[in-house]
């Protein structure tokens, strides 16, 4: 079975990669698609989130990564998967999560979207998060894989 996992990933986080792992022993095959969002302004380049995510993720069996641009339904669709796979944190997330997954079906109703809770340890994070604290000189090893870290301190120390 096939999930697919979109979102921006900018940056990874420990949080993602945990949903990541669990999707895979869950599912099988974990395709991770990175949106390309004209509209947003990301902190990482599309290649570069890839990037990450490849390096993060060549350990798990059955990850693939992508871009995508446009509809997650179109996405699955054209990668034959077969649900999406999306994370909770906290109730804030399930009511915007819960739209989302709504929106989605009344677009192509092939697709359930599968609610994974995250990890009570990784409950804080997001990728917002991650890059306030690393504008700020604070310390974010415990949220990021090394190598991203390094990319985030790069940037906020140029």
Same mark, same amino acid.
């Given at each position: 079975?096939?999930?697919?996992?979109? $979102?921006?990933?900018?940056?990874?986080?420990?949080?993602?990669?945990?949903? #990541?792992?669990? /999707?895979?022993?869950?599912?099988?095959?974990?395709?991770? *698609?990175?949106?390309?969002?004209? %509209?947003?302004?990301?902190?990482? %380049?599309?290649?570069?989130?890839?990037?990450?995510?490849?390096?993060?993720?060549?350990?798990?069996? $059955?990850?693939?990564?992508?871009?995508?641009?446009?509809?997650?339904?179109?996405?699955?669709?054209?990668?034959?998967?077969?649900?999406?796979?999306? $994370?909770?944190?906290?109730?804030?997330?399930?009511?915007?999560?819960?739209?989302? *997954?709504?929106?989605?079906?009344?677009?192509?109703?092939?697709?359930?979207?599968?609610?994974?809770?995250?990890?009570?340890?990784?409950? @804080?994070?997001? %990728?917002?998060?991650?890059?306030?604290?690393?504008?700020? $000189? /604070?310390?974010?090893?415990?949220?990021?894989?090394? @190598? #991203?870290?390094?990319?985030?301190?790069?940037?906020?120390?140029?």
């Amino acid at each position: 079975m096939k999930a697919l996992y979109p $979102g921006s990933f900018d940056p990874l986080t420990f949080g993602h990669l945990d949903l #990541i792992q669990r /999707g895979s022993d869950l599912f099988g095959e974990v395709l991770i *698609a990175v949106l390309e969002n004209p %509209s947003k302004k990301a902190t990482f %380049s599309c290649e570069r989130r890839l990037e990450h995510i490849k390096n993060a993720t060549r350990d798990i069996p $059955g990850c693939r990564t992508i871009a995508f641009k446009g509809l997650t339904v179109d996405c699955a669709r054209e990668h034959n998967a077969d649900l999406i796979l999306r $994370g909770l944190r906290a109730m804030s997330d399930f009511e915007y999560e819960l739209q989302v *997954a709504h929106t989605n079906r009344s677009l192509n109703n092939q697709y359930e979207t599968i609610f994974l809770a995250t990890e009570t340890h990784h409950s @804080f994070l997001s %990728s917002s998060v991650v890059k306030e604290v690393a504008r700020f $000189g /604070g310390e974010i090893r415990h949220m990021v894989p090394e @190598f #991203i870290a390094k990319d985030l301190i790069a940037l906020n120390t140029n």
